[in-house]
Nanobody, 122 residues
Framework: QLQASGGGLVQAGGSLRLSCAAS????????MSWFRQAPGKEREFVAA????????FTAESVKGRFTISRDNIKNTVYLQMNSLKPEDTAVYYC?????????????????WGKGTLVTVSS
């Protein structure tokens, strides 16, 4: 019900935009978030947005470089990633929160997408 796309190989300093399309009843009333997981590391929070886009949070590691947004007509959430670094290499997952607010807590999500791989070369 959540399909992430837009990953790929990019050079350091480049940009990518990830998309996460939702189907069914998941989306317009739910906060949405992006997480990522690098090889050998735990899944970590990247960015979150409330149901109406009025509230957003980004991790310190990506602040100023990544922007989360959503289009409730298209049932899609986006992650614009600029000034990419090799340490941003990971599988990126979108997730739908149980509630309407933006959340960073891994236990607060009702659905997860399968992930899209982002590889940043140096």
């Amino acid at each position: 019900q959540l399909q992430a796309s837009g990953g790929g190989l990019v050079q350091a300093g480049g940009s990518l935009r990830l998309s996460c399309a939702a189907s069914g009843r998941i989306f317009s009333n739910n906060g949405m978030s992006w997480f990522r997981q690098a090889p050998g590391k735990e899944r970590e929070f990247v960015a979150a947005i409330s149901w109406n886009g009025g509230s957003t949070f980004t991790a310190e590691s990506v602040k100023g470089r990544f922007t989360i947004s959503r289009d409730n007509i298209k049932n899609t959430v986006y992650l614009q990633m600029n000034s990419l670094k090799p340490e941003d290499t990971a599988v990126y997952y979108c997730a739908a929160a149980r509630g309407a607010q933006a959340t960073t807590n891994l236990n607060n999500f009702r659905a997860w997408g399968k992930g899209t791989l982002v590889t940043v070369s140096s």
